[in-house]
């Protein structure tokens, strides 16, 4: 696909906004589904609830939200970037403007990890920076570099050469470390967590390489910027049956990596809902499930974008936009909300509620925050996280207020 020169890229683009939403709700549902921890808890603790309705609200965060929402929040930075770089490139100065506009997103998410270190911004800060690298790569190049990181290649290929594990239980991952974080949620207070959290970030950092996060996450990166610079989302209209193409094919491989996975459940191959896998499969099953979440992801951003250009979709979606143009303070809000609700330095619920419980309140936050961002934006022109980090940025604190004629438009 050949890069069209535009003239001019919208100041918004709305189906990115809906998209940033729809990556909110399900990171939301992620991170409350168990007691929005950040880290990995010892395995029983997942399990000793099993009511049908818990097992219902596990299944579809295995099946349908783990690995799938960071990476369609992933692939949008990664779209921004783009089109941040294409309406700034003429500034004089804009690498350093851009470079030090990453370097207080590092900052903010230091700062969060401190309070919560599931943050994934001072990931994406870092990462950020190398995006510089790849953005005149040719577009062929970018996408397949993009594929072989987005379905985890480079870690299952690192596998094959390790000595074979007979064992057939799938740890979690850092399973070391999940007794002592176990212990922190259940007792640490406001201080304790803010110590034990700053010293963490080895374990974190382990995990992230261990797991290949690390590189699917520069993986949708690219591909955001692959989509950006094919302007996919610029010139939608004229790319619309690509989208119904990609869409089509991701629902296909998604349906028959599902019906494997059903097979393999069927043979006892693989028992849940603690999950262990027949040795002989172990890797081929972890290969699947990365190409799986690959293709759930692209059929999100794909579906998405598709449903939102039909009339009977576009009214139920739009709201997502509101909550979308604040993508970071939502982020950040859903921590406040997390950490007040099941830590002990709030309300304490952690154990008290199950992960059916822990949905229901997720849809009470979830609510909260789009009515938030509704009544914020019919008052301001940004998000109070994303006017300051622009403040910061250009160091002028701009007016965030909107005038009256402006917020009766919008």
Not at 147 to 158: D, E, G, Q
Not at 291 to 306: E, K, M, P, Q, R
Request: charged share 15%; hydrophobic share 50%.
């Amino acid at each position: 696909m050949k890069e069209t020169l535009l003239k001019r890229i919208p100041e918004r683009i709305e189906v990115i906004d809906v998209l940033r939403g729809f990556a909110l709700a399900g990171i939301l549902y992620a991170h409350m589904v168990f007691w929005y921890t950040g880290a990995a808890l010892p395995e029983e603790v997942y399990f000793q609830f099993s009511s049908f309705a818990d097992n219902v609200s596990m299944a579809i965060f295995g099946a349908f939200v783990f690995g799938k929402f960071f990476s369609v929040f992933s692939f949008l930075f990664g779209l921004s970037f783009y089109l941040h770089f294409q309406k700034k490139k003429t500034t004089s100065g804009f690498l350093k403007i851009y470079l030090w506009r990453l370097s207080l997103l590092l900052l903010i998410g230091i700062v969060h990890h401190l309070f919560w270190r599931g943050d994934i911004l001072a990931i994406y800060a870092v990462l950020g920076g190398l995006l510089m690298l790849f953005r005149k790569l040719p577009l062929k190049l970018l996408l397949l570099f993009s594929i072989v990181l987005i379905t985890n290649l480079p870690s299952h290929l690192y596998e094959l050469f390790l000595p074979p594990v007979q064992n057939t239980e799938v740890n979690f991952p850092m399973a070391e470390e999940a007794e002592r974080y176990y212990a922190l949620v259940q007792k640490g207070d406001l201080v304790t967590n803010l110590r034990e959290n700053r010293n963490s970030w080895d374990a974190k950092i382990r995990y992230q390489l261990e797991s290949g996060r690390l590189l699917m996450t520069l993986g949708y990166f690219l591909l955001g910027l692959w989509a950006g610079r094919s302007n996919l989302f610029t010139l939608l209209k004229e790319n619309i049956e690509k989208f119904r193409s990609w869409n089509k094919v991701s629902k296909m491989l998604v349906l028959t990596l599902l019906l494997i996975g059903l097979l393999m459940y069927l043979f006892d191959l693989v028992t849940l809902p603690q999950l262990h896998i027949v040795p002989e499969l172990k890797w081929t099953a972890g290969f699947l499930f990365s190409i799986y979440n690959a293709c759930l992801t692209i059929f999100y951003i794909s579906g998405i974008t598709l449903l939102f250009q039909s009339r009977s979709f576009n009214s139920l979606l739009k709201p997502l936009a509101v909550m979308g143009r604040m993508a970071l303070t939502n982020y950040l809000l859903q921590t406040l909300f997390g950490l007040l609700i099941f830590y002990r330095f709030g309300f304490g619920l952690f154990e008290q509620t199950s992960p059916a419980i822990n949905i229901l309140l997720t849809v009470l936050v979830f609510y909260f925050q789009l009515k938030f961002s509704e009544y914020w934006l019919a008052r301001h022109k940004q998000g109070p996280v994303e006017w300051l980090w622009k403040s910061l940025t250009y160091f002028r604190f701009y007016s965030n207020k909107k005038r009256n004629t402006e917020a009766v438009s919008s």
